[in-house]
DNA sequence: CCGTTGACTGCATAAGTATGCAGTCGACCC
DNA sequence: GGGTCGACTGCATACTTATGCAGTCAACGG
C-alpha cells in the first residue's frame, strides 16, 4: 500500500538509489538527510528520511562542518584516502618507473635514478595487502609479497594501473 | 548562578576541556555527546552537552559508524593526516638531509644520495603554504618559497623541525 | 565607579538522525 | 497453494545534536 512507484521496477532499486546518493553527496552540497530526500524525489526514487538514514550508514558517509556553510556529509576518509594514494601511485609509476618483474615472493622495480624512494612511498601509501613490505635504493625497489597468489595479484595490478586504473 | 566550580578558574577553562575533548575522542570510545559529557565531569570539567556540541563544532570532530560497534567520534582526517605527513616530513629531514640552505626565495636541501625524491615528496605533502612547489634531483632538493617572508619561516620551521616538534 | 563589549555558557527547545515494529514482496520449499 | 524466510521499507517515535536567548564574567574606556 506504501507502493506508488517503486514496487515491480524495485528489482535492484536500492543499489541505484545508493549510487544516486553517492554521486550526490560528491556534489557536496547534501547537508541534511531530508534535502537528500528530497533530491532523490527529483530523480524518482519514492524514499523516506529513515531508509536514507540506513543508506547513509550502509555507505559510511560522514557528516563534517564546512565553516560557514554549516553542515555537509563527504565521503568516507578511507575511500577519499584510498582515492588520492592511487592517483599518486599512478602518476609514480607512469612517470618514473621502467620495468616491473617478479622473482617468486620479490617483486624488482626498476626506476629513473633517484626515484625509488618516491615510488615506494607511493606503494607504501596505497597499502595493498598484498606487499609485505618495500625497500628502496637508489633506482631500484625491491616489493615483498606475502604470498604466490599474492605476488601475482600485484604483477597484474602493477603493470597494468597505467591503462586501467585512468 | 550557573556558577558551581569552574567561575573563578574558568580563565583558560574552555581551552582545557576542548584538550581533553581531544585526548577522550582518541581514545576512540566517546558515542555521544552526553557520554563525553559523563567522562568530563569525571575530570572535574562542569559541562553540558550545549557546551560540547559547541566544541566538537569547533574542533571539526566527525562521527562515523564503525562496525558493530555504532557511532564514534574521531578526529578530522585533515588532522590525522597533518599528523602522519608531519611525521613523515620529521622523519624523511631526519635521516636523509644532510643541509638545508635558503637563497632569497629557494630552500637547497642536500640529501643522502637518491633521497631527494623522498624528502621532496614528504615536503609536498606537508602542504605547507609557503612553498609553491619543490623540485627534485637525486641528491638535492631545490623549494621554491612564496615570499621572502614565507622563505624565512620556512628556513626557521625547517631547520628546527628535527628537535622542536618532537 | 559605571556602562559597554565580547567571550563563554546553560536552559529549553528546535532540528536532525536512528530505530522498533509491522507490512510488503520475492524466493524457496513442501 | 500455503508456509517460511530474508531483504527492504515506511511510520511513528526515541534518541542525539544544534541553537536562540538570556545570564555571567572579565576587560576596557570614560
Given at each position: 500500500m506504501s507502493a506508488s512507484s517503486a514496487p515491480t521496477l524495485s528489482i535492484t532499486s536500492k543499489a541505484k538509489r545508493q549510487r544516486a546518493i553517492l554521486d550526490l553527496v560528491r556534489g557536496g552540497v547534501i547537508g541534511t538527510q531530508e534535502e537528500l530526500v528530497a533530491e532523490l524525489h527529483q530523480r524518482h526514487f519514492a524514499v523516506t528520511q529513515a531508509t536514507v538514514s540506513r543508506d547513509i550508514r550502509e555507505l559510511g558517509l560522514i557528516r563534517v562542518y564546512h565553516g560557514e556553510a554549516g553542515a555537509r556529509y563527504v565521503l568516507p576518509m578511507a575511500e577519499l584516502d584510498a582515492e588520492l594514494a592511487a592517483d599518486r601511485l599512478r602518476n609514480a609509476v607512469d612517470e618514473h618507473v621502467q620495468s616491473i618483474e617478479f622473482v617468486d615472493l620479490l617483486g624488482v622495480i626498476h626506476t629513473n635514478p633517484g626515484c625509488a624512494p618516491l615510488v615506494a612511498g607511493a606503494l607504501d601509501g596505497s597499502r595493498?595487502?598484498?606487499?609485505a613490505g618495500t625497500i628502496a635504493g637508489d633506482d631500484t625497489v625491491l616489493v615483498i609479497a606475502r604470498s604466490r597468489p599474492a605476488a601475482q595479484r600485484l604483477q597484474r595490478r602493477l603493470t597494468s594501473l597505467p591503462d586501467a586504473s585512468l
Open positions: 595493498f595487502d598484498e606487499i
